[in-house]
């Protein structure tokens, strides 16, 4: 889809990733509504900021009421618990869940209606390497991750009668404050990453890996699961 005056709502616009893809959806000459759960933390010129909590249903209906005008959805907003599924806390794990698989959900269907009503446009999730791979560290982040990659195969033929096209980002470790701890020689920049987002939401594409670790995972699907020692 064409960037120049589209019409883009992007979650979790306040920092890190969201950030950088509204400022550079302003620089394509988009108009941009910075969407966050505390949207006096948006500093950015040129954007339109929008109270927005993926996990409160009524927030999220209310900013698709403010934000009508929309064309292209970014399902940016995440976190990561740290939670395991077996021994982690079962409420760390259901927010990771509520966070990151039923809030793009949620906003998508929220969204959907509109962007179809106003010619067509597309959608955005914004998802990880650990969509394919899950250590048991981080079983519940890859856990919720994995159902919104389902989510984002799912609603991309569903959606696409309707003229939205469905991409899905995947990443491995990038500069942002989710990867603090990782060193920095094996984190992308937020910012390329933002840039090759963009690029895949203007060519359609419907999976844009945006690393090499994201695509060594992505081509390693096919192996054979190695049994656990001991």
């Not at 960037?3 to 108009?31: F, M, P, S, Y």
């Not at 996990?55 to 940016?76: F, G, K, M, V």
């Not at 599924?85 to 760390?92: C, F, K, P, Q």
């Not at 269907?109 to 009503?117: K, M, Q, S, T």
């Amino acid at each position: 889809m064409e960037l120049k005056n589209a019409v883009a709502v992007v979650t979790g616009a306040n920092r890190g990733l969201g950030r950088h893809l509204a400022a550079q959806l302003v620089e394509h000459g988009a108009k941009v509504y910075a969407a966050a759960r505390r949207p006096e933390t948006i500093d950015l010129p040129g954007v339109r900021p929008l109270r927005l909590d993926v996990t409160d249903q009524e927030s999220i209906r209310e900013a698709a009421r403010i934000a009508s005008d929309a064309t292209l959805l970014i399902n940016n907003a995440g976190i990561s618990t740290g939670a395991t599924l077996v021994g982690g806390d079962l409420d760390e794990v259901r927010r990771e869940m509520e966070t990151n698989f039923f809030g793009p959900l949620v906003a998508t269907r929220a969204f959907a209606p509109l962007i179809e009503g106003n010619g067509g446009g597309a959608v955005l999730n914004v998802l990880s390497a650990l969509s394919w791979f899950h250590p048991s560290g981080l079983g519940s982040y890859a856990a919720s991750k994995a159902a919104a990659w389902a989510l984002s195969d799912a609603s991309r033929e569903e959606l696409a009668p309707r003229g939205i096209i469905v991409s899905a980002l995947h990443v491995g470790y990038m500069d942002t404050d989710m990867a603090a701890g990782v060193p920095v020689d094996q984190k992308v920049a937020a910012a390329d990453v933002a840039a090759q987002a963009l690029y895949g939401i203007e060519t359609g594409l419907p999976e844009i890996l945006a690393d090499e670790t994201s695509r060594y995972v992505k081509r390693s699907l096919s192996a054979v699961p190695q049994p656990n020692a001991g």
